[in-house]
């Protein structure tokens, strides 16, 4: 063949190797017709199946349709192969060209051809009068022929030229988009500290980068067995949870990836299930093509990407390349958020280490929380701490020292400690005790700055008194039983490590039963931008709206609701409420303590009334973790009446030395039933929950239904409804 495979690709490059007609080489044929005065012409190229007439006029049929010359040795192909031009009066005569196809099969008798060269100089094809009797051809044809011969070598290289401009720009515009993409990713991940952000970025890319419908993630377990998704909210929809993990000697594509480290890609779910006939229950047929691109970090397989398309796809050197980037990235960002993970759990054993847990005091109900800032290392300066001085006084104490890193935590802990010692050895007011930290804070060096506030709760006749001194910190606020706020506002004293001979002042106020002293660092409501007056008084209307919470869940909801998001300070919250004490005393032998309530017919004062239930068994002396249970099933047990009872509704409290009873009355008669619930019903459980948890339960029926109309002088009938009622063995 006279063309080499390189110039068989450049014609197909330039759209001349397909047997179809091409205007302006149909133009040049028609020019050689009108100026040589012939019969026909063509300018054709040499293909692997013969030769493609790109410009034919005057050719016969079918010929001039189909456009392509399929018989081997044709005469016109000596113009290519010799590459340079053929002319003869009459081929009849002439002992190389009679015997060829078209003088012998098709009656030609005069040919004039001139070869055409591509844009490496090499001849591809040419251009050729014919005519059917012996032709003498003058100068002045072949040279009107050369001249259009050299026109079309001209049109095929001036496309070759376009095309390759065409390609060299294709390729820096894939090349530049790879870099955009990559570009793209290193900044995507480079905010990526968690395995959570890492996940986002991972299906964000997928599929707003590489056009991914679907995208799963993923990561190894810990003991090397298996690889588990961390969640499929980005998987095909029709996956099923309890695939989430695999073993690697599963036969699956995610565990051969983990397995072996390769990449597998898959054009169609058809060519999946042929290698995974498991998968064709699992997977979405209706998906075209999946990848399943490993993550190697140091060697190890830590993760799998999976990939799922909507259509069919083959895989391509960019594709291939953009998810190549796309698993390397993963994997420094993997690395990255493992280290600062374990940098994080660090930080938060030692911030744990120094938090004691709070002391268990009568009457008092105490929970407290910490919150580091989002942005360090998840470790700081607040604190907070209690100490029990004896069975009347109990000591309150907060803080904030400046700054939210390690040095921050550091100096905290030395701080919090050095107080707390103080605490329990003197038995000093609040003031003396900031005075003495103050002092020991510069005398041994540790020259750390912050804030603090200190207050004693010191029980008194039917209430506590409250002696609190502050340096330089926020004031503490007392949430009333009543769900108003007081905010306890004073001069505050010097902040610590400024000057340690600074005089320090005591102030006083009284807590009643159900009352809440709130004791708080500033980054619980503080923001930028705002006044210290306007954060206060949104704290405190905040405070106010969750009155009816259980103390226990106070710290943790204030921190949500106010300092949740970015957070950019740490925050400690100490909250201590005066419970309610049991109106008839606590229980003795041959008396039980007795507390009755009524409630309003609202799921509003569910809360309340199980506090008020919590605190009438704490002064009754029953155990915490009892009472966490009993907690469980009085809220059942009043959700469900007010649900589905009638008013009015009483909650009853017994306690006596063997066992404790609590009762919720209603106006209804109708019986709780015991039933099984399924997954998606709302209700149910709260009977189960008796039935489990409780020594006993019951329902108790009061009264008769009151006749329709009384007789002349008579009385309606009494109050009917039921009690229902659960007891729980103090031994």
């Not at 192909?77 to 196809?101: G, Q, W």
């Not at 940098?343 to 030692?350: F, I, N």
């Not at 009643?512 to 709130?518: F, I």
Request: hydrophobic share 40%.
């Amino acid at each position: 063949m006279p063309t080499d495979l390189q110039a068989l690709r450049d014609l197909e490059h330039v759209g001349l190797g397909a047997p179809t007609a091409d205007e302006a080489f149909d133009r040049f044929a028609r020019l050689v017709r009108r100026h040589l005065k012939v019969p026909a012409a063509v300018v054709y190229f040499v293909v692997p199946e013969g030769q493609v007439l790109a410009g034919a006029s005057g050719m016969p049929e079918p010929l001039q349709s189909k456009r392509l010359l399929q018989y081997p040795g044709t005469l016109t192909n000596m113009i290519a192969t010799r590459a340079e031009p053929v002319v003869s009066s009459d081929a009849r005569l002439d002992p190389t060209l009679r015997e060829t196809y078209l003088v012998r099969e098709m009656g030609l008798v005069a040919l004039a051809g001139y070869p055409v060269f591509d844009l490496r100089g090499r001849a591809v094809g040419a251009l050729c009068a014919v005519v059917g009797e012996p032709r003498v051809w003058s100068e002045d044809d072949l040279a009107s022929l050369a001249d259009l011969a050299a026109a079309c070598t001209a049109e095929l290289r001036l496309r070759a030229e376009r095309e390759r401009a065409r390609r060299i720009q294709q390729t820096a515009v894939r090349a530049n988009r790879r870099s955009r993409f990559l570009l793209s990713l290193s900044e995507a991940f480079a905010n990526a500290n968690t395995m959570d952000q890492v996940e986002a970025v991972i299906a964000e890319v997928g599929t707003a980068g590489i056009g991914a419908r679907y995208c799963a993630f993923a990561v190894a377990d810990a003991d090397g067995r298996g690889i588990t998704y961390r969640s499929l909210v980005h998987a095909e929809p029709q996956f099923p949870q309890r695939m989430r993990q695999a073993k690697l000697d599963d036969h699956r594509p995610l565990s051969e990836a983990a397995r072996t480290g390769r990449p597998l890609l898959f054009r169609s779910s058809d060519e999946l299930f042929a290698m995974y006939p498991g998968m064709r229950d699992l997977c979405d047929p209706g998906v075209g093509a999946r990848a399943f691109l490993p993550v190697v970090t140091a060697g190890v397989v830590v993760a799998v990407i999976m990939l799922a398309w909507e259509r069919e796809r083959g895989p391509d050197k960019d594709s291939y390349a953009l998810q190549t980037g796309l698993a390397h990235y993963t994997g420094h960002a993997l690395e990255r958020a493992r280290l600062l993970e374990e940098r994080r759990e660090s930080a938060k054993t030692l911030q744990r280490a120094m938090l004691s847990r709070l002391p268990e005091v009568a009457h008092l109900d105490m929970a407290a929380t910490y919150s580091p800032a989002t942005r360090s290392d998840q470790i700081g300066g607040d604190w907070y701490d209690a100490v029990a001085v004896d069975d009347d006084a109990t000591m309150f104490m907060i803080g904030d020292v400046t700054g939210h890193d390690m040095r921050a935590a550091a100096k905290m802990g030395q701080l919090r400690s050095l107080l707390r010692a103080f605490a329990w050895s003197h038995d000093e007011s609040p003031s003396a005790l900031l005075s003495l930290l103050d002092k020991a804070n510069s005398g041994l060096g540790l020259l750390a700055s912050g804030t603090a506030v200190v207050a004693r709760l010191e029980r008194v006749a039917g209430a506590y008194q409250l002696t609190w001194s502050t340096a330089g910190h926020p004031p503490p606020l007392v949430l009333r039983a009543d769900g108003s706020v007081e905010r306890l506002s004073v001069l505050p004293d010097m902040m610590l490590g400024v000057r340690p001979t600074a005089k320090r002042t005591d102030h006083l106020t009284t807590l009643y039963p159900g009352d809440t002293l709130l004791l708080y660092t500033d980054g619980l409501a503080e923001q930028r931008g705002t006044t210290p007056d306007q954060w206060l008084n949104r704290l405190e209307k905040t405070l106010g709206v969750l009155v009816d919470t259980a103390t226990a869940a106070l710290p943790v909801t204030l921190v949500r609701r106010l300092a949740s998001g970015e957070q950019r300070d740490d925050v400690a919250v100490l909250a201590v409420r005066v419970r309610a004490a049991s109106p008839s005393g606590p229980p003795s032998p041959g008396r039980p303590a007795t507390a009755e309530r009524k409630l309003a017919p609202s799921l509003c004062d569910v809360g309340p009334a199980r506090i008020w239930v919590d605190d009438v068994l704490e002064s009754c002396g029953v155990p915490m973790p009892l009472r966490r249970t009993v907690m469980l099933l009085t809220s059942e047990a009043l959700t469900n009446a007010v649900d589905h009872g009638q008013a009015p509704f009483t909650a009853t409290v017994e306690v006596d030395m063997e066992r404790l009873r609590v009762g919720v009355r209603d106006s209804s008669t109708a019986q709780p039933e015991l039933r099984d619930p399924t997954v998606t019903d709302f209700g149910g459980r709260g009977v189960q929950f008796l039935e489990r948890l409780a020594s006993r339960w019951g329902v108790d029926r009061h009264g008769e239904p009151a006749t329709a109309q009384p007789r002349p002088g008579q009385r309606g009938s009494r109050r009917t409804g039921k009690t229902v009622w659960f007891e729980l063995d103090l031994s």
